[in-house]
Nanobody
């Protein structure tokens, strides 16, 4: 059973930075699509970024391109999300998630197989 544990959330002022971590337990398989999602109060959960663990290929939602970077450390079995130049609209609960076999459908939260418990990110203006 795959387990995902996020850490690194917190409160920052606009323009600041945070780095989220997601420790992956229960597998060292490289055929997963790993993603970061966020959910603001009253809004639907949205995919922020994802990475195909096999090749390291990445994709981002337009609103974070150039500011956020998703990466992985295979030796530590950990996924990261480096968030720079943060904006108040980045506020929300951030979740790490994993999908088996491919990144097809990763934009749809219901297609993900495993989820972490979430970590809160708050950006003040």
């Amino acid at each position: 059973q795959v387990q995902l544990v996020e850490s690194g959330g917190g409160s920052v002022q606009a323009g600041g930075s945070l780095r989220l971590s997601c420790e992956v337990a229960g597998t060292t398989d490289r055929s997963y699509c790993m993603g970061w999602f966020r959910q603001a109060p009253g809004k639907e959960r949205e995919r922020v970024a994802h990475i195909w663990t096999g090749t390291g290929g990445t994709s981002y939602i337009d609103s974070v391109k150039g500011r956020f970077t998703i990466s992985q450390d295979n030796a530590k079995n950990t996924l990261y999300l480096q968030m720079n130049s943060m904006k108040p609209e980045d506020t929300g609960m951030y979740y790490c998630a994993a999908k088996r076999s491919s990144c097809i459908g990763v934009y749809t939260p219901g297609m993900l197989n495993y989820w972490g418990q979430g970590t809160q990110v708050t950006v003040s203006s």
